[in-house]
């Protein structure tokens, strides 16, 4: 079994959509939560941190479930400017490596 | 300011060649990070620097990769004998906290 598991999509939505994304982690001892943007042939980029009281950025919201052990990701009002990868990214408990999901594709089409 | 920055951006070798990797972090960044993409599967962490020392290389895959990071600044990545499962994306990262800052990666091919 992955550590980081994500549905690979594609995700196909409109424009002004609202999608959501979950991921789920295996390892109960992890402490921090991120994920990551992907554009095509690019290096990945942090989108935002996640935190246990859920945390807003813009159009962007993210939540941890630490019972579940899985985090989710909700977009609302999908720009074409959305359409990329999305990485759910954990941080072991003592350790500075992440553990990257394969990643949600996002293609928002006009 | 700069962003970290990887040399080359794309290398194609043969089998059984050396090939060297080259990672230029964020300037005052002491911790240095190497992971890898191969096709179709997700990134994966190969070693963590904190300046000059290796702090974790639990992710190299075996004794063919050698990273070094001499002076506590910019790092190598060295393959030899290059096989072709170890074609993919390298990636380098730069941090100073929780928050890693990637490169954009160099695109090996082993033919």
């Known amino acids: 079994r992955k550590e980081v598991e994500q549905d690979p999509g594609p995700f196909n939505v409109p424009e002004g959509a609202t999608v959501a994304f979950n991921c789920t982690y295996s390892?109960?001892?992890?402490?921090?939560f991120f994920w990551y943007r992907q554009d095509c042939r690019k290096e990945p980029k942090l989108l935002m941190s996640?935190?246990?009281s859920g945390n807003e950025d813009g159009r962007f919201t993210a939540q941890l479930n630490r019972a579940s052990q899985y985090i989710s990701l909700l977009i609302r009002d999908s720009k074409l400017s959305d359409s990329a990868t999305y990485l759910c990214?954990?941080?072991?408990?003592?350790?500075?490596?992440?553990?990257f999901g394969t990643g949600t594709r996002l293609l928002v089409s006009p | 300011e700069a962003g970290v920055t990887q040399f080359p951006s794309h290398s194609v070798i043969e089998k059984g060649q050396t090939v060297t990797l080259r990672c230029d972090p964020i300037?005052?960044?002491?911790?240095l990070y190497w992971y890898r993409r191969v096709m179709g599967k997700e990134i994966k962490f190969l070693l963590h620097?904190?300046?000059?020392?290796?702090?974790?290389e639990s992710g190299m895959p075996n004794n063919r990769f050698l990273a070094e990071r001499t002076g506590g600044t910019y790092s190598t990545l060295k393959v030899q004998p290059a096989e072709l499962e170890d074609s993919g994306v390298y990636f380098c990262?730069?941090?100073?906290?929780?928050?890693?800052?990637f490169g954009s990666g160099t695109q090996l091919s082993v033919l």
């Open positions: 990262a730069s941090s100073r906290d929780e928050k890693l800052f």
């Open positions: 390892n109960s001892a992890s402490q921090s």
């Open positions: 996640v935190y246990s």
């Open positions: 990214v954990v941080n072991s408990a003592g350790f500075q490596k992440l553990v």
């Open positions: 300037s005052g960044h002491d911790n």
């Open positions: 620097f904190v300046k000059e020392s290796k702090q974790d």
